[in-house]
């Protein structure tokens, strides 16, 4: 693994103060960490809007009652199973069920993805949530 | 199941043109079915401010070559076992691997777990997306 | 003026129920002014997505103490002074700041416009929000 | 002024790398400045999550022809003159006007005051965008 490197960062002591009571109530162990964390959230973000490879998790509810719905949602992951990584069934009671599927891609793709499969007819609600490969983000 | 009743919109001619040709582009089958997914959605947004019981998915990428990180992962699951409904792993590459959590709870719960797992040392990346239990949206 | 129009709307009567009940603590008049305003929402998103011509207003808060930042803010505006429509300053207090500038231009040029702006040294805070020139929206 | 302190960051070679190609593309001057604006935006988002003592910008487009729209904004404006610091007029074209209004207060009250205001008939669009007073954040 390769050795960490430092860089000094030039703060106002009140700024510094404040942050680091909310990296605490947070959780975090160390101001490292939680700088670590900020700068791979702003680079993720890049990542989306310049449309790189991705990875996209696509959470959708729907009553599996309704007529042909667990069919059409099944046959669409097929048609696009080259870029599906994997997906998850939760039953969350006696009709309504939650299904993530996490997609592979590029940005643009993944969304077009998404917006297919969540306006598709008897699908609550869904959500599209993007994240990185990790490749490239040490 | 409950008949559907139906309710008019009044609407400037040119509003329902461009509406529908986007409505189109998304993938809608019709102007019912994309009018109840954007009122679905205005709910559930309001659903989260309220901190009602809803649902999370929580999803983290990390390198599990991390010293001791799939083990504290693990662990600070096992401890909220009772909000976790399910969990998904998949191996992104040899290092990288990308867990979803979906959990049931408060809005505010909900929060804290995503804040506290996302702050755990190692997690390169990590979001937190909603939803809803289904129970309450027709 | 142009005459309305009326498209119905097949609903489940418990999701109109908690939509009606939604709508009248957000203040709206009626449905049709609500669907309209979902309607108008979703295209601006789109509109920001489809890199259109957009209206942008960017808010920065910054400490007016804070060597040669209020003229750099200020030379910087006037380089950018073909998009920038108007602009408001705010005497927060004794030291603060708040600046508003409304911007009209190509989704991406806002975007970077305000990110050069937002990340000016001496800035505290600075946000983008996007809205519409309202004359492709009825 | 106070002094600045400073603080050392541990950081990946690579992660490093990717950061300071980021910062250089948004046009930060160094690491420091970039790592503070970092801090400052995770400081703001807790702000309007804690419902703390905050800055508003609302920004409308309507269209002025609309019957008593206009007398009605200025009318709901001056109900709230005491939250209200400033407003901002711009007329886009023959037709729509676009208005910016800072607004300080709670959180809370400050969401409540856009949706009554963004769901009054006749208002095309709305956003709302926080930001800080700026100080409690140096």
Chains 1, 2, 3, 4 share one sequence.
Request: glycine residues 8%; aromatic residues 6%.
């Amino acid at each position: 693994m390769t050795e960490a490197v430092r860089f000094g960062v030039s703060i106002h002591p009140e700024l510094q103060r404040k942050f680091d009571a909310l990296i605490e109530a947070k959780g975090y162990q160390n101001r490292s960490e939680a700088i670590r964390d900020l700068i791979r959230k702003f680079l993720v973000e890049q990542e989306w809007q310049d449309d790189e490879e991705i990875i996209g998790t696509v959470t959708i509810v729907y009553n599996h009652h309704t007529r042909e719905l667990p069919d059409t949602v099944t046959e669409f992951q097929h048609q696009h199973y080259r870029s599906i990584l994997s997906s998850l069934h939760v039953h969350l009671d006696v009709e309504n069920c939650l299904e993530v599927i996490v997609l592979r891609g590029r940005a643009g793709e993944i969304r077009r993805f998404a917006d297919r499969l969540i306006g598709t007819k008897g699908i609550k609600h869904g959500t599209l949530s993007g994240t990185t490969t990790g490749s490239k983000l040490p």
